[in-house]
Each structure stands twice: as structure tokens, then as C-alpha cells.
């Protein structure tokens, strides 16, 4: 039987990781500065994590969400300590697209509302509500085209109050940085001024944390340099270091109802067990600080390439924009220098979504390459 050939894929079979770097079926080594779409924030095969995945398959990998289950909650206190937010419950799912789903599922229980408001450049996922809010017609098929969805530019704040003095928006969702848009953020007065429209009109603001959070900005949540509180947060990717995990923070002032939501392999055991381990990392490794420093090192070594004319994202969420389209440069960085890297829907823009224990010798590699290149 055949694959569903819908990805473009490189010609390289990684058979291995080990922190930063993943190994090919011919012994090659590659600089891994995109982490799978910002999936591995711990590193590949990171001691801790393999110890206790090990130890949790070994004695249960999964019962059903008819039981209890303690290493739900456990990992409920550890992002609670860990990310310093207060007063949500949390819902786990598999993925980044059902957190959001899930999200925009709540927010029209809680308001009894069916239209959702979302930005230009938009990526929450490719399922059939997110990706009707998703700023990409190329992925919408006809049956995800008929939903309540409208799309405003960032920062314009008069058309978000015209739309939502219509009274009938549930939500209100956003990246705090845009992933797949090319590493935008709009300004804390914008952020500032949604919230604060969203509770006039009381409609549900929903941050979609699936990219930037877990630390990957220097901040847990991407959200909290802008001094605001979303009704609800989504998160996924870097939430179990490839292990399928996503999750779905809301409000305690959002009542839960039995059956309102459902999910058969959302926060089975393997699937906790892997989503503490990668607190327990980011804490004792102190990662979030090690995003923010390495930040300013990234700075530093882009100023030293003219053609890099500006860099956006915040911590290890990095955008380096060119003056030039990076599709030949981000192969030759792959092929030539054997560093993985990623784009987005900006063509002049590389992505750069390492590890959150990265090194700054490995951002050297990066550098140096850039030059041979470049040059």
C-alpha cells in the first residue's frame, strides 16, 4: 500500500537523535534548529524524558478517561507552578489542532455565539473549525468553508469593535506571535485593547499558545510580556517533546459540564508522563531563562550578516529575514552544512525553532554556515 502523498519530502531518513542533532540511516549528522516544527523542546532523546516514558509504558501506556487517572492532575500542578497562571482548569487532547477545536468548541458553549474572529496570517491547524480560521484558502475544503469565521488585520481595533458589537462572536482567536505567518506580534496596546473589547462584548479571548509557549519565548506563555489574561490558552507542540500531547487551559469562570468534551487517547498515562518529565527539564535546566540569553546571542551574530535585515520572534522562537526569497539558502544549509531549518509563509524568512537547551556553539554552526554561503 502507498502513502497519502501529501508532503514534499527531503531525501533524508533521520534514524536518530541526541540533544540537538539527529543522525541519518547513513551515520550523518544534523544540526536540528527547527525541532520538528517546534515539537522538541528538550532535546532528542534526552536522558529523563527516556527514563520516564520507560518506566510508564512499562507498568501503563494507556487506559481510558472512564478511570482516574493522578498523572493528570500531577502534570495539571507542575504547568500550573511552572507557568505562574492561576485559576484555569485544564482539558488534555493529542494535538494542537484539537486543543484549538476544542477551544472554539468552548468559547460557543460558554456564549451560545457561532462566529469567530481571527487575523491575517493566521495558522491554527488544518482540522475542520481551525482551519476555517486559518489564513490559508489553499487548505480550506468546502466543507470548512461554511463556517462563522471572519478575518481582520492585525492592530486595526475599529473593525474588531464593529465586528464584535454585532453580538454574535464567540471568540476572539490569535497568536501572540504568528508561526507559519513569518513571526509577527502585534503591539501590547493591541493585545491590551482585544482583551479588554473581548469582555465588553463578552465574547471569549482565546490565545493560541500551541507554538510559542512552554518557554520557547523566554516567557512560559507568549502572552504574558502584554499584561493580559485570555479566557482561554491552547497548547501542544513542545508539551511532550514528541510524545502526542496537547492540552486546553480555560477560565474557572467557564463552567465544565459532563460530556461537553471528549477525547479517548487525550491524557492517557504515557502521554502525562511524558508532558512532566518536560516541565521537570525546563525547570532543574532552567530553560526559559537560557531562551531569553541566547536571544540576544542570536542578535549579536546576526548583525554581523549584512543580507539578515531584520530579526523577529522573541527567546527561541527566531525569525532572520533576508533581502532575498530562502528556499535555495535553506537548502543548502540542509545539504551542504547538515543543519535542519524552517520557513513560512514569508518567502524571505527563515525559521529557526531549536531545541530550548541549545547551545551557543550550536547557533555558532549556524552562523558560519550562513557566511559560506552567503558568501
Given at each position: ?57 512499562a ?6 478517561n ?12 507542575k ?10 482548569s ?55 468553508q ?33 508561526g ?76 465544565a459540564k ?11 498515562h ?64 540542509l ?41
Open positions: 500500500m502507498e502513502l497519502f502523498d501529501v508532503y514534499p519530502l527531503y531525501d533524508i531518513t533521520p534514524v536518530k537523535g541526541e540533544g540537538a542533532y539527529v543522525f541519518d540511516k547513513e551515520g550523518n549528522k544534523y544540526l536540528d534548529l527547527y525541532g520538528g516544527h517546534a515539537v522538541i523542546s528538550i532535546g532528542h532523546s534526552h536522558p529523563a524524558y527516556v527514563n520516564s516514558i520507560s518506566k510508564q509504558v507498568e501503563l501506556g494507556f487506559y481510558s472512564s478511570v482516574k487517572n493522578p498523572l493528570q492532575n500531577n502534570l495539571a500542578e504547568l500550573k507552578k511552572l507557568s505562574g497562571i492561576e485559576d484555569y485544564l482539558f488534555l487532547c493529542n494535538s494542537g489542532a484539537e486543543a484549538n477545536e476544542n477551544a472554539l468548541k468552548v468559547a460557543s458553549f460558554h456564549t451560545g455565539k457561532d462566529r469567530v474572529i481571527y487575523f491575517e496570517n493566521a495558522f491554527h491547524g488544518r482540522t475542520s473549525g481551525v482551519v476555517a480560521v486559518t489564513d490559508n484558502e489553499n487548505i480550506k475544503a468546502p466543507f470548512n461554511h463556517h462563522q469565521a471572519t478575518k481582520i488585520a492585525f492592530e486595526d481595533t475599529d473593525t474588531l469593535e464593529k465586528e464584535l458589537k454585532k453580538g454574535d462572536v464567540a471568540a476572539v482567536i490569535f497568536e501572540v506571535i504568528q507559519v505567518g513569518g513571526l509577527d506580534e502585534a503591539s501590547t496596546e493591541f493585545y491590551q485593547k482585544t482583551a479588554e473589547l473581548c469582555k465588553k462584548y463578552s465574547s471569549v479571548l482565546i490565545a493560541d499558545e500551541v507554538q510559542s509557549g512552554y518557554g520557547r519565548t523566554g516567557d512560559f506563555f507568549a502572552f504574558q510580556k502584554h499584561n493580559i489574561r485570555p479566557d482561554i490558552i491552547s497548547i501542544a507542540k513542545g508539551m511532550g517533546n514528541g510524545f502526542p500531547i496537547g492540552g486546553v487551559l480555560i477560565d474557572k469562570a467557564i463552567e459532563p460530556g461537553m468534551l471528549g477525547t479517548t487517547f487525550g491524557g492517557n504515557l502521554a502525562c508522563a511524558a508532558g512532566i518529565s518536560v516541565l521537570e527539564v525546563i525547570e532543574k535546566e532552567n530553560l526559559l531563562k537560557n531562551a531569553s540569553e541566547l536571544f540576544g546571542y542570536v542578535k549579536e551574530k546576526a548583525a554581523e550578516i549584512p543580507q539578515i535585515k531584520k530579526i523577529k520572534g522573541r527567546g527561541l522562537m527566531i525569525g532572520l529575514e533576508f533581502d532575498f526569497e530562502i528556499a535555495q539558502l535553506r537548502k543548502e544549509l545539504y551542504k552544512h547538515q543543519i535542519f531549518t524552517g520557513a513560512s509563509a514569508n518567502k524571505k524568512l527563515l525559521r529557526i525553532l531549536p531545541p530550548l537547551n541549545i547551545k551557543k556553539k550550536h547557533f555558532d554552526e549556524l552562523f558560519k554556515a550562513l557566511k559560506i554561503v552567503l558568501n
